[in-house]
């Protein structure tokens, strides 16, 4: 794996020599629009970088961004792939540790996901606060040694956290703040395990994040997540739930999503 890793991150370089990324995004579904706020960018499709996934979801379009937002260099994964689609709970390993080794040292997610939260409706962003992950699937499986036990009380940064909350604050946007339940799929949940996750103290539930999130503490990242919300979950309203419906309420509010995030990775601290 270090010899892909080290391949990988060569192939960049050789793409953007003066690349040196701080911060990894990721973006998921109704998150592409904040492309159009990096920075002289440089794009890479993931089929020229080793290792790299095909991502193989619309709406994910599987290219590497690097370049500025703000005073930051960044390196935005446009796409991710997700763990229904072939099983591989380590299908982001890779583009993570790549860009670890290119410097960055936070990772910010976002995805979309469903509302178990009736005061957070379709349109709302919610930063996590921590998540849930009923299926216990770990990218860290086969690994020896005792850097494998990760400790995960801190995954979502407080730090990070509290930034993505003063510049919603300042812009008067309602930020919500919550747990997020992976949710394996790719079918969606149905009513009874969405009273479960209820149950569990879940607010918000989505196919992605988790397998990403321990893959970044593992590596010692930072991690900030953000959710756009598309839908109420399965049995909260009468909405018929499909992929299609996702990304149209997605498109609704990523321009809004899209300039919010971007002004959250500005004010990070340098």
């Known amino acids: 794996m270090s010899e892909t890793i080290a391949r990988a991150a060569g192939q960049v370089r050789t793409r953007a020599p003066g690349a040196r990324p701080r911060i990894a995004v990721i973006l998921g579904s109704g998150w592409g629009d904040v492309t159009a706020h990096v920075q002289d960018p440089v794009r890479v499709p993931y089929a020229d970088i080793e290792g790299f996934p095909a991502a193989g979801v619309q709406g994910h379009s ?3 961004w690097l370049g500025r937002i703000g005073a930051h ?3 935005v994964l446009s796409g991710r792939k997700h763990v229904y689609e072939e099983g591989d709970v380590q299908a982001m390993k890779v583009p993570l540790l790549t860009l670890q080794a290119l410097g960055c040292q936070e990772l910010v997610q976002t995805n979309a996901a469903g509302s178990l939260d009736e005061h957070m409706p379709a349109g709302s962003l919610m930063v996590l606060s921590d998540h849930i992950n009923p ?3 770990t990218p860290l499986l086969g690994e020896t040694g005792t850097g494998r036990f990760v400790d995960m009380a801190n995954a979502y940064d407080a730090g990070l956290r509290g930034i993505a909350k003063a510049v919603a604050a300042k812009a008067a946007i309602t930020l919500h703040e919550g747990v997020y ?4 799929g790719p079918q969606f949940e149905t009513p009874a395990e969405i009273r479960m996750f209820k149950a569990f103290g879940g607010n918000a539930v989505g196919m992605s994040t988790v397998p990403e999130t321990i893959l970044a503490r593992r590596a010692g990242m930072r991690v900030l997540a953000l959710s756009l919300i ?3 979950a399965c049995g909260l309203s009468d909405e018929t739930l499909s992929h299609a419906h996702t990304l149209a309420q997605a498109k609704a509010s990523s321009a809004a999503a899209a300039t919010f ?3 959250v990775i500005a004010a990070i601290d340098p």
Do not use: F, I, P
Not at 181 to 184: D, N
């Open 181 to 184: 339940v992976w949710h394996l």
């Open 135 to 137: 299926s216990q699937r």
């Open 230 to 232: 598309t839908n109420m």
């Open 73 to 75: 260099e960044v390196a």
């Open 62 to 64: 599987g290219e590497l």
């Open 261 to 263: 995030l971007r002004d």
